[in-house]
């Protein structure tokens, strides 16, 4: 059984810098892609980024390119999401996620494809 728990989320000025982690428990391996999404209040659940389960191929949603940036540390069965330069548009609950993808290097965008989702970690942006 694969369990998932975020942490990291807070209150943060606009412009200032985030990191969430996601400690995964259970049989996450190199075959295992995850993923970040987020929902606003009244929004749909909308993707962030994803990362492959080697960790060697990458994808952000252009919206936080150049802001957001996905990592994993195998020995430490985590994955990272890096959220610089914030905006209060991105306030939003930040939900981490698995699939198992039986390859190192296919990265999921879908959040139909995965499978386990942790319970999500609250980031709120002021102006």
């Known amino acids: 059984q694969v369990q998932l728990v975020e942490s990291g989320g807070g209150l943060v000025q606009a412009g200032g810098s985030l990191r969430l982690s996601c400690a995964a428990s259970g049989r996450i391996n190199s075959m295992y892609g995850m993923g970040w999404f987020r929902q606003a209040p009244g929004k749909e659940r909308e993707f962030v980024a994803a990362?492959?389960?080697?960790?060697?191929?990458?994808y952000h949603v252009d919206s936080v390119k150049g802001r957001f940036t996905i990592s994993r540390d195998h020995a430490k069965n985590t994955v990272y999401l890096q959220m610089n330069s914030l905006k209060p548009e991105d306030t939003a609950v930040y939900y981490c996620?698995?699939?198992?993808?039986?390859?190192?290097?296919?990265?999921?965008?879908?959040?139909?494809?995965?499978?386990?989702w942790g319970q999500g970690t609250q980031v709120t942006v002021s102006s």
């Open positions: 990362i492959s389960g080697s960790g060697g191929r990458t």
């Open positions: 996620a698995a699939v198992y993808s039986g390859s190192p290097y296919i990265v999921g965008t879908k959040g139909s494809e995965y499978g386990y």
